[in-house]
C-alpha cells in the first residue's frame, strides 16, 4: 500500500515542478510557436515587429502616458501565445487607451474638453475677440504696446466687457506674435502651391544702429503676384556671406527645405549685392544656376538721373542752393514766420521746404523744387531783406548768398526746366514702384520715358513756358518784377544746359537699362500682347524662337511634358490672347493662371514664372519705413521678434476693419509652452497637414491650390484633437 502512496506522491511532485520548466521544454523541442495573422483580425490594436520578431500593442504604445510601461505587450513580448493578449486587452491601463484613442478620433466638440470648451467658447471668444481687434490696430497703426492698457480700460468704460484676464502690454505682445505666426503661416500655405519664388533683399540700420536686412518673396497666387516679407534679419557680418546667410535664412523660413523653385533675385545696386565676382549675386548664382539677379529698376532709374546730373557742374551749385534755402528756413521759426508774413503781403500761400535727400533723389528733388518754385517771390524779398537788415552776421552771409544765386537767370531757368523734367522721371518712378510691376512692361516703360526726354528737347514743358512767358526783356521776371541777374537765356531749343542734360539722361537710361535687352529677360517681351503683330500670319510664327530660348534657359525647372508641349500651346494662347489687346496684361494672364484651360496648362508654366521674376525691390523700401515707423528712439529695445511681428503686420496685415481675429486666436489657444486653457481644460492642438508643392510634372491648378491651403479655425465643430488631448 505504501509504495502506490509514494508513487502518487512523487507524481504529484513532478507535475509541481515541472510545470513552468515543461512548458519551456515542450516550446522548444516539441513545438515552435509563430505569431498567428489571424490575431489582426481579433486584436486590431495588435502589430508585429518583424525585423526583431516582437508583437506590441500600438495603442498602448501610442499613449506612453496612460499605459502600464511594465506591460510585455508594451516593451515587447517574443512569447507568442493568446492568453497573454486576453490579459491584456482586459486590462485596465489598455481599456483607457482605447478610451483615448477613440476620443482622439472624434471631433473636439465630442470630447470631453471639447464639451466644456463649447460650453464657455461664445462668452470667452467674443472677449479674445475684443482683445485681439484691439491689439491688432495697435499693430497696425505702429503704436506702443503699453496703449493697449489704457485702450481696454476706455472700451470697458464705454461698456464693451472684455473679462479680467490679458489686460496688461505682456499679453499685447503674445496676441501680435500669434497674429504675426498666423499672417507667416499662410505665407507659407500660400508658397506649398507657387510653382516658382523669386527673393527680393535689401539692407538698413535702424535707429539702434543694427544693421537689418528684410527678406521678402514674390510668388504667383490666384493669379496675382504678390510680395510678402518672408524675415527681418539682423546681419551677423555686412559682407557678401553674411548678407547670403541672411538671405538664405529668409527663404528657408517660408519655405522649409522643399519650396518652391527659386528662379529669381531682385537687389538694388550695390557693390555687395550685384558684384559679379564676390557678391551676393554671385553667390546665389554659384549654388542656383539658372537664377536670373536683376538691379531694382527704380534704383537704375534714379542713378541715370544723378549720373546725367554729375555730368553737369552747375547742378552741383544749383543742387547746394536747393539744400540751403532748406537749412536756412528748416532750423529757423523766426525765418519762417517772416516768410509767411510775406507771402500774406503778396497774396501767396507758403508751402513748407522740403529737404532734398542724397538718396531717393528724384522723389524729393520734385518736392524740394516745387517748393521753391512756389515760394520764390516770398524767398527773394525775405533774403534780401535778412541780408541788409539781420544783426547776425551768419544770418547775413547765408541769406545773402542765397538771395545772390536765386536771383540769377540761369538758377531760375534750371528750377523750372528741371520741375518738366522731374515731371517725367518722377512719373516713370511711381510706374517701377508698383508691387505688381512685370518683367514685360519694363522696356515699354522706358521706351515711353525717353520718347518723351526726347520731344522735351524739342517742346518745352509746362514750367519751362511758363518761365519764358513770365521772363521780360529787361530780365524782370513774375508778378512781382523781380529783377534777375545773369545773361538772357537762349532760345530753348538752343540752350546748352537744357540739351547736354537731357541727352546724358537718355544716354545714361539706355546704358542702365541695357540688360532688359539681353537673355533670358529678353526673352519675355513676347508676353507684352499689346506690341504683337496684328497680321494673322505675322502672328503666328511671332516669339517661337523666344519661347523656345526660355524653355532651353529654365529646362531644368520644367518637366519633359512641358519642354516639348509648351511650344505647341503659344500658338494657341496667342489665338486665345489676342482677342484682348485692350486689357490690362496682368488682368488677362491672371484670369487665365486662376482658370487654367487644359489647352493652356503647359504654356501658362511661363506665364507663371514670368509673373514670379521682380523688376523692382520697392516693396523693401516700404518694409524699411514701416521699421522707421516701428522701432523708434523711445521703443530702442524692442526685441527682433516685436520688429518683425508689428512689421508683417503693418505691411502685409489687412486693414484693422477687415481684420478677422478667429484663426490668431486658434493660434493663440494652441501654443505657448504649457497650452491655454479653458473652463479648466487644456485647448488640444488642431492637426494641420501642409499640402505638398505642386511637382514640375503637373502644376496644380488654382482650385486646387486653394483646397489645399488649410487653415485652423477656432470653432469645435470641424477641428479636431490631438495625441496630447485630456480625456
Known amino acids: ?46 502589430t508585429l515587429d518583424k525585423d526583431r520578431g516582437i508583437m506590441k500593442c500600438k495603442i498602448c504604445c501610442k499613449w506612453a502616458n496612460v499605459c502600464d510601461p511594465k506591460s510585455p505587450l508594451v516593451t515587447g513580448s517574443d512569447t507568442f501565445r493568446k492568453d497573454p493578449l486576453y ?64 485702450l481696454t480700460k476706455l472700451q470697458m468704460k464705454n461698456g464693451i466687457d472684455l473679462g479680467e484676464n490679458y489686460l496688461n502690454e505682456k499679453r499685447c505682445k503674445d496676441f501680435v506674435l500669434a497674429i504675426a505666426n498666423q499672417l507667416f503661416d499662410e505665407v507659407r500655405s500660400k508658397l506649398s502651391c507657387a510653382r516658382f519664388l523669386t527673393v527680393l533683399a535689401d539692407g538698413s540700420t535702424d535707429t539702434t544702429v543694427v544693421e537689418q536686412e528684410t527678406v521678402s518673396v514674390r510668388y504667383v497666387h490666384k493669379g496675382q503676384p504678390v510680395t510678402e516679407l518672408a524675415e527681418i534679419v539682423p546681419l551677423e557680418s555686412g559682407k557678401a556671406t553674411g548678407v547670403y546667410k541672411a538671405v538664405k535664412q529668409g527663404i528657408t523660413a517660408v519655405t522649409g527645405d522643399d519650396g518652391p523653385s527659386l528662379i529669381g ?25 539658372v537664377i536670373t539677379v536683376i538691379h531694382c529698376v527704380a534704383h537704375k532709374l534714379e542713378l541715370s538721373v544723378l549720373d546725367a546730373a554729375k555730368s553737369m557742374p552747375y547742378l ?31 497774396s501767396t500761400m507758403v508751402t513748407n521746404y522740403s529737404s532734398v535727400k542724397a538718396v531717393r533723389w528724384v522723389a524729393s528733388k520734385s518736392r524740394a523744387l516745387l517748393a521753391v518754385k512756389k515760394n520764390f517771390a516770398s524767398t527773394v524779398l525775405h533774403t534780401e531783406d535778412a541780408a541788409g537788415g539781420s544783426k547776425d552776421a551768419k544770418t547775413k552771409g547765408k541769406a545773402a548768398s542765397i538771395h545772390k544765386e536765386i536771383t540769377s537767370v540761369r538758377f531760375v531757368k534750371m528750377l523750372h526746366f528741371m520741375l518738366d523734367l522731374m515731371d517725367i522721371i518722377t512719373e516713370t518712378s511711381k510706374i517701377f514702384q508698383r508691387e505688381k510691376l512685370t518683367i514685360p512692361e519694363v522696356p515699354d516703360v522706358i521706351q515711353e520715358t525717353i520718347m518723351k526726354l ?22 524782370q521776371f ?25 541727352e546724358n539722361a537718355i544716354s545714361y537710361i539706355q546704358s542702365r537699362f541695357e540688360n532688359f535687352k539681353e537673355a533670358p529677360l529678353v526673352y519675355f517681351k513676347i508676353f507684352n500682347f499689346k506690341f504683337w503683330p496684328q497680321e494673322q500670319e505675322q502672328l503666328a510664327v511671332f ?75 520697392a516693396e523693401c523700401e516700404r518694409q524699411f519705413s514701416s521699421m522707421n515707423r516701428v522701432k523708434t528712439a523711445l521703443r530702442n529695445r524692442l526685441s527682433n521678434d516685436s520688429l518683425q511681428a508689428l512689421m508683417k503686420i503693418n505691411c502685409d496685415g489687412p486693414s484693422a476693419d477687415d481684420f478677422d481675429p478667429e484663426e490668431a486666436i486658434t493660434k493663440w489657444l494652441t501654443s505657448g509652452p504649457g497650452g491655454r486653457h479653458i473652463a479648466g481644460h487644456k485647448v488640444p492642438v488642431p492637426r494641420v497637414s501642409v499640402p505638398n508643392r505642386p511637382a514640375a510634372t503637373a502644376t496644380a491648378t488654382s482650385s486646387q491650390c486653394q483646397s489645399k491651403v488649410q487653415t485652423v479655425s477656432i470653432s469645435l465643430s470641424d477641428s479636431e484633437s490631438t495625441d496630447d488631448e485630456i480625456v
Open 265 to 289: 533675385a531682385n537687389f538694388d545696386g550695390a557693390s555687395v549685392m550685384m558684384g559679379e565676382n564676390s557678391g551676393v549675386k554671385a553667390l546665389l548664382q554659384k549654388d542656383y544656376p
Open 454 to 475: 526726347m520731344n522735351l528737347k524739342q517742346h518745352m514743358g509746362k514750367h519751362s513756358k511758363e518761365f519764358y512767358e513770365n521772363l521780360t526783356a529787361n530780365k
Open 87 to 150: 490579459t491584456h486587452a482586459k486590462s485596465s491601463h489598455h481599456t483607457a487607451c482605447v478610451v483615448r484613442n477613440d476620443n482622439s478620433k472624434k471631433p473636439i466638440k465630442d470630447t470631453p474638453i471639447g464639451k466644456a470648451v463649447v460650453r464657455s467658447e461664445k462668452e470667452h471668444q467674443h472677449k479674445l475677440k475684443g482683445l485681439f481687434n484691439t491689439a491688432y490696430a495697435i499693430a497696425k497703426n505702429c503704436r506702443p504696446f503699453s496703449d493697449f492698457e489704457w
Open 478 to 502: 513774375g508778378n512781382q518784377r523781380i529783377q534777375l541777374k545773369g545773361a538772357a537765356p537762349a532760345e530753348y531749343k538752343e540752350d546748352n544746359d537744357i540739351k547736354k542734360l537731357l
Open 543 to 617: 516669339g517661337g524662337d523666344h519661347v523656345q530660348c526660355i524653355v532651353d534657359h529654365y529646362k531644368e525647372q520644367l518637366s519633359e511634358e512641358e519642354c516639348n508641349k509648351i511650344p505647341q500651346e503659344w500658338v494657341a494662347l496667342k489665338s486665345y490672347v489676342a482677342h484682348f489687346r485692350g486689357s490690362p496684361l496682368l488682368e488677362v494672364y491672371g484670369e487665365l493662371l486662376r482658370d487654367r484651360p487644359a489647352r493652356f496648362q503647359n504654356i501658362l508654366v511661363l506665364v507663371d514664372l514670368m509673373l514670379t521674376l521682380s523688376p523692382s525691390t
Open 316 to 346: 552741383s551749385t544749383f543742387e547746394e542752393t536747393i539744400k540751403s534755402i532748406f537749412n536756412f528756413y528748416h532750423f529757423s521759426t523766426k525765418r519762417r514766420r517772416e516768410l509767411a508774413e510775406i507771402a500774406d503781403v503778396l
Open 1 to 46: 500500500m505504501d509504495r502506490f502512496v509514494k508513487k502518487s506522491a512523487v507524481k504529484s511532485l513532478k507535475r509541481q515542478n515541472s510545470g513552468k520548466e515543461y512548458d519551456k521544454e515542450y516550446d522548444g523541442k516539441k513545438r515552435k510557436r509563430n505569431f498567428q495573422s489571424s490575431w489582426l483580425a481579433e486584436f486590431p490594436w495588435l
